[in-house]
């Protein structure tokens, strides 16, 4: 590709950029302006190229055999779409700014007649609320089957047994905080948290974050 430019530095790439693509459905509001830019042969044709590889307004005239003129009035319909942007400057020969357009997400998707689904937070505490309660569940479990199992100290000793005064709310939590039981439960419950944080920072937020700039 010939090039009015003296020195062309290698632009990054959509793959370069870490961009993630560009979901949009045809009852969405930017759908209209997304379909207005991209009806020309030109403009999908130049779409096409930075797709390719970033480059700038002269250098796609002469790849498509064009004017800058029709290039720059396509490329900045497609930039007022959220389709392209501009990533750097470059200079030609005789000092002229000139701007290196590239995508502005890695791929575009255009869909009807599907629903967009996006992970609810919702839905996520609802199960991590139903795991607790079956964690809760098992630890008791375990607690009344330690606590069967295990001898009592009167039993043990020769003296004979003695009538223990009920235990308190307190001495309860303590017994069964200190036994197997309070251990499961806190392992469980540790476990159960540690699965939603990462769910919720490796899943959940990208997710949200791209339907919001959808």
Known sequence: MSSLLPLKPTP????????????????????????????????????????????TASDIATEL???VQNVSYHLNRLQGADLVEVIETWY????REMDVYAPSNS??????????????????LRRVFGAVGLVGVISGIVHTRWSVLTPSSSLRGAEP???????????????????PGGFVLGIGVFLILFLFMAWYWQTYRPARSRTQSM
């Open 12 to 55: 990054e790439t959509a793959s370069d950029r870490k961009l993630e693509p560009r979901l949009v459905g045809f009852e969405d509001e930017s759908a209209e302006q997304i379909l207005s830019a991209v009806t020309s042969t030109t403009a999908r044709r130049i779409l096409n190229q930075l797709y390719h590889e970033p480059t």
């Open 65 to 67: 055999d064009s004017s």
């Open 92 to 95: 030609s020969e005789q000092g």
């Open 107 to 124: 791929a575009l998707v255009l869909f009807a007649g599907a629903e967009r689904t996006a992970p609810s937070l919702t839905t996520a």
């Open 161 to 179: 047994p003695v009538q223990q005064p009920d235990p308190t709310m307190w001495e309860t939590l303590v017994t069964f905080g200190t036994g």
